[in-house]
């Protein structure tokens, strides 16, 4: 089923703050970069569901982690920027997004032979 496209407007609102958010955390973590792949929200705009991609990949899992402990703060954030936008901050869970390590893991499979 496609999303409606409140939905889809509200997942790029998100995804660009989430995206912004991440970058200005990450500058004090030198090496690290989080980009957020994708956002998907629940059809009564409740949950938010934050797929990101993390380099490099062997700190993805430790960091999803603090991310995931720190999402009150990180929703808080969120809220102050969508104020105007969003009358109802969606909860937020964060996920890993590992199409990217797939996709090099393929990469260097091809590459080996």
Same mark, same amino acid.
């Given at each position: 089923?496609? !999303?409606?496209?409140?939905?889809?407007? &509200?997942?790029? /609102? &998100?995804?660009k703050?989430l995206?912004?958010?991440?970058?200005?955390d #990450?500058? +004090?973590?030198?090496? @690290?970069? $989080?980009s957020? #792949?994708?956002?998907? @929200?629940? =059809?009564?705009?409740? &949950?938010?569901?934050?797929?990101?991609?993390?380099?490099?990949?062997?700190?993805?899992?430790?960091? $999803?982690?603090?991310?995931?402990?720190? @999402?009150?703060?990180?929703?808080y954030?969120?809220? +102050? *920027?969508?104020?105007?936008?969003?009358?109802?901050? =969606?909860? /937020?869970?964060?996920?890993? !997004?590992?199409?990217?390590?797939?996709?090099e893991?393929? !990469? *260097?499979?091809? +590459? !080996?032979?």
């Open positions: 089923m496609m !999303d409606s496209n409140r939905q889809q407007k &509200i997942n790029r /609102l &998100i995804q703050e995206s912004e958010i991440f970058l200005l #990450t500058k +004090k973590m030198h090496g @690290v970069f $989080i957020v #792949t994708n956002v998907r @929200v629940s =059809p009564d705009l409740g &949950i938010a569901h934050a797929y990101l991609s993390i380099f490099p990949a062997e700190k993805a899992n430790e960091l $999803i982690v603090n991310i995931n402990e720190n @999402v009150k703060t990180i929703r954030d969120m809220g +102050k *920027r969508l104020a105007k936008q969003l009358r109802v901050i =969606p909860e /937020l869970t964060f996920h890993l !997004d590992d199409s990217l390590d797939y996709i893991n393929i !990469d *260097r499979l091809l +590459k !080996d032979d």
